[in-house]
């Protein structure tokens, strides 16, 4: 099994609906995740960062943390065909190595 | 925010030639530098972890031999391919941290080798 499972897609929605990408994962020891975006043929940028349990809002986007499920999941409002890009999510072990997820493909359809 | 540049974002090569990349953090000191490699339609895996001035330290099955990274200061470490073969061409960042604990990503060089 791997540490962390992320469905890769393709995911596509309409212009202007609520997106919802989620990974799961198997390690608890460390528990702080991270979601990227990546552009086609371009590095993964860091969009949000979370520490434990909760939601973590940051304008359109929210993070959200599930411990109990061991469940991760990040949410676009208004989405944008501009959002269109994989979305990686990461857990950090207590090495400060990233455990990546393969990337979900999120199409949004004007 | 910070800024890590990866250059060349391109490059094609002959089979057998040795081609390196660099990776700058512009506006902090990077303590600790990661090299990835990301085959199409697949996640990154991390081939190498450096810290300024110590030897890298490879993930299983990467060659150090063939990839070569250099670390010799807090804002620049590189990453050689040594005599390249096809099976070398993929798309490889680095990534910078630096005092705290987010990572920086270049944006990437792909390279081809013929």
């Known amino acids: 099994q791997k540490e962390v499972e992320q469905d890769p897609g393709p995911l596509s929605v309409p212009e202007g609906a609520i997106v919802s990408l989620n990974c799961t994962y198997s390690?608890?020891?460390?528990?702080?995740f991270m979601w990227y975006r990546q552009y086609s043929r371009k590095g993964p940028e860091l969009l949000m960062y979370t520490y434990s349990s909760g939601n973590k809002e940051d304008g359109r986007f929210t993070a959200q943390v599930d411990k109990s499920s061991k469940y991760i999941s990040l949410f676009i409002r208004d989405s944008q065909p501009s959002d269109s890009a994989t979305y990686l999510c990461?857990?950090?072990?207590?090495?400060?190595?990233?455990?990546w997820g393969a990337g979900t493909k999120l199409i949004i359809k004007p | 925010g910070a800024v890590v540049s990866q250059h060349p974002s391109w490059v094609i090569c002959k089979s057998g030639t040795s081609v390196k990349i660099e990776c700058r953090s512009l506006d902090f000191q990077a303590t600790t530098m990661f090299w990835y490699r990301q085959f199409p339609k697949q996640s990154l895996m991390l081939m190498a972890t450096?810290?300024?001035?110590?030897?890298?330290?490879?993930e299983q099955g990467v060659e150090k031999d063939k990839f070569l990274i250099n670390h010799a200061s807090l804002t620049l470490s590189t990453l050689t391919v040594t005599s390249a073969h096809p099976e070398d061409s993929s798309f490889y960042i680095c990534s910078a941290q630096g005092s705290g604990e987010k990572l920086f990503f270049g944006s990437g060089t792909q390279l081809s080798v013929l």
């Open positions: 990461a857990r950090m072990d207590s090495n400060y190595q990233l455990i």
């Open positions: 390690n608890s020891a460390f528990q702080y």
């Open positions: 450096s810290n300024e001035g110590s030897k890298a330290t490879y």
